[in-house]
T-cell receptor, first 113, second 109 residues
Framework: DAMVIQNPRYQVTQFGKPVTLSCSQTLNHNVMYWYQQKSSQAPKLLFHYYDKDFNNEADTPDNFQSRRPNTSFCFLDIRSPGLGDAAMYLC????????????FGPGTRLTVL | KNEVEQSPQNLTAQEGEFITINCSYSVGISALHWLQQHPGGGIVSLFMLSSGKKKHGRLIATINIQEKHSSLHITASHPRDSAVYICAASASGTYKYIFGTGTRLKVLA
């Protein structure tokens, strides 16, 4: 059974039209991550939650926001998508801080027209 | 210079060949992870290593802490092994991953 579920798997939006991607987990892990991955590149961390504590990466654009209403769910909001935001968005979970394994979801492929 | 370097960047092999992918890192780590990503797919964790060697099926991962080097070996490679393999370090004092640039493997039938 999937541990990390992402919806939708494919999202098409128009330039400037807000979009929300969702991630849910079945393991109640403390840490949830959002990554952006462009073609042939390593994932780039956007932000993460440790429980309810939000941690933004310094170079994450203000256009990207996140919400974690409870342990199981986390959302990525892109307020005004630009063409450069087209990418795969990956959600990952991790049990605790430290060196534990991150478990990744299947990703949401975002297309911006 | 990246804190986590992988080689080679691209690798093409014939089915059945023994494959080695290398990872070097320059930071202190609490663990080193090997990940697999098929085209257009999510990322799957293969191994987490803090010392020694681990084996799962045809995959073997080793790490030398003193030399700050890890290798991923695939024995009897198969076309379904075609994927990007990524090494990622859990740097000491943090739980975030530092990713290598990935190795794109193609195994030909």
């Amino acid at each position: 059974d999937a541990m990390v579920i992402q919806n939708p798997r494919y999202q098409v939006t128009q330039f400037g039209k807000p979009v929300t991607l969702s991630c849910s987990q079945t393991l109640n892990h403390n840490v949830m991550y959002w990554y952006q991955q462009k073609s042939s590149q390593a994932p780039k961390l956007l932000f993460h939650y440790y429980d309810k504590d939000f941690n933004n990466e310094a170079d994450t654009p203000d256009n990207f926001q996140s919400r974690r209403p409870n342990t199981s769910f986390c959302f990525l909001d892109i307020r005004s998508p630009g063409l450069g935001d087209a990418a795969m968005y990956l959600c990952a979970i991790q049990r605790t801080s430290g060196a534990d394994t991150q478990y990744f979801g299947p990703g949401t492929r975002l297309t911006v027209l | 210079k990246n804190e986590v370097e992988q080689s080679p960047q691209n690798l093409t092999a014939q089915e059945g060949e023994f494959i080695t992918i290398n990872c070097s890192y320059s930071v202190g780590i609490s663990a080193l992870h090997w990940l697999q990503q098929h085209p257009g797919g999510g990322i799957v964790s293969l191994f987490m290593l803090s010392s020694g060697k681990k084996k799962h099926g045809r995959l073997i991962a080793t790490i030398n802490i003193q030399e700050k080097h890890s290798s991923l070996h695939i024995t009897a490679s198969h076309p379904r092994d075609s994927a990007v393999y990524i090494c990622a370090a859990s740097a000491s004092g943090t739980y975030k991953y530092i990713f290598g640039t990935g190795t794109r493997l193609k195994v030909l039938a």
